[in-house]
């Protein structure tokens, strides 16, 4: 089984404050998936990336894969309490039914008023 | 928009009860999947099915199985609960078999607590 790291597991800010999450995993990954989960809720996609090297911008979030595409990361510029959820990232590869995707175990943020 | 609904939010079963968590999704996808949610572990895999009647473990099969008698739905089986599989349940659908991104779509999750 593919292993993916997250971290830190937990975080709590202020809001305005920056952050960054990490997604780590001695696997390489065809494409690397984040998604964000909110209370009650199932996760939904954030994004996608694919390329080696890829950066991809989502208003104040910004997604980085790894050169070598073990590893990702998600910075938020001046969080705010609507970013509060757990961030998952998800590494995809290919297998018999098609694209299966190995989870991390999740960054909670709280972002306080 | 894709909607895949899971039949019940919170249940409360008694260890070895038979319990049936049934997904329904509405967007013709050929993929379903059974992921269980638990604090730290992030989503872990039960089964997933590609197809109708068609089911492939995942990583923590043991103590579940599933049904996909038509393509919009697929139930998760315990035949008989234990304490241990006291957990959150996340239902989940994706297009289809042969490429995309895999984007997976989910329902919001049915909470099982086995006293």
């Known amino acids: 089984t593919q292993l993916l790291e997250q971290s830190p597991q937990f975080l709590s800010i202020q809001e305005g404050e920056n952050l960054t999450v990490y997604c780590n995993s001695s696997?390489?990954?065809?494409?690397l998936q984040w998604y964000r989960q909110e209370p009650g809720e199932g996760p939904v996609l954030l994004v996608t990336?694919?390329?080696?090297?890829e950066v991809k911008k989502l208003k104040r979030l910004t997604f980085q894969f790894g050169d070598a595409r073990k590893d990702s990361s998600l910075h938020i510029t001046a969080a705010q309490p609507g970013d509060t959820g757990l961030y998952l990232c998800a590494g995809c590869n290919r297998g018999n039914a098609g694209n299966m995707l190995t989870f991390g175990g999740g960054t909670r943020l709280m972002v306080k008023p | 928009d894709v909607k895949v609904t899971q039949s019940s939010r919170y249940l409360v079963k008694r260890t070895g009860e038979k319990v049936f968590l049934e997904c329904v999704q509405d967007?013709?996808?050929?993929?379903m999947f059974w992921y269980r949610q638990d604090p730290g572990l992030g989503l872990r895999l039960i089964y997933f099915?590609?197809?109708?009647?068609?089911?492939e473990k995942g990583d923590i099969p043991e103590g579940y199985s599933v049904s996909r008698e038509k393509k919009e739905r697929f139930s998760l089986i315990l035949e008989s609960a234990s304490t241990n599989q006291t957990s959150m349940y996340l239902c989940?659908?994706?297009?289809?078999?042969?490429?995309?991104?895999?984007?997976?779509?989910f329902g919001e999750g049915s909470r099982l607590t086995v006293l």
């Open positions: 967007m013709d996808h050929e993929n």
């Open positions: 099915s590609y197809d109708v009647k068609m089911k």
């Open positions: 989940a659908s994706s297009l289809f078999r042969g490429g995309g991104t895999g984007e997976l779509f």
């Open positions: 696997s390489v990954f065809s494409s």
């Open positions: 990336v694919v390329t080696g090297g």
